[in-house]
């Protein structure tokens, strides 16, 4: 089965982008990953593991709150990681025969770097 993988930051592009990537997966009988790399600061002094679990339960929230809107018929597998984005898109993308990455940008050049 195909797997759509749709990178998110919960705003209104990324709400548009799961809008086409659900009904894409209708059609081709696939199913979605919407995906959150949240932010952990790097620095040198130690963090809290409260302030690192606090990251992690916004994101988690968020993308509960995001994916509510995904048909029961679509299957859906969402991820949440603290890892980078373009480190966690090469480990999923690594089935590339069943892997699209469908996602959206408001043009900003060079977002790989990001």
Known sequence: MKTLIIPTDFSPLSKRVLDF???LAAQIDAGIMPLC???V???SKTYTTSLVDIFRENAEQAMEE???QVPR???CQRKVTPLPLKEELKTLGKDIENTWI???TYGEKDWWNH
């Open 37 to 39: 790399s949240y932010f």
């Open 73 to 75: 018929n679509v299957p």
């Open 66 to 68: 995001f994916v509510k």
């Open 21 to 23: 990537a659900v009904h």
């Open 41 to 43: 600061p790097y620095t």
């Open 102 to 104: 469908i996602m959206a």
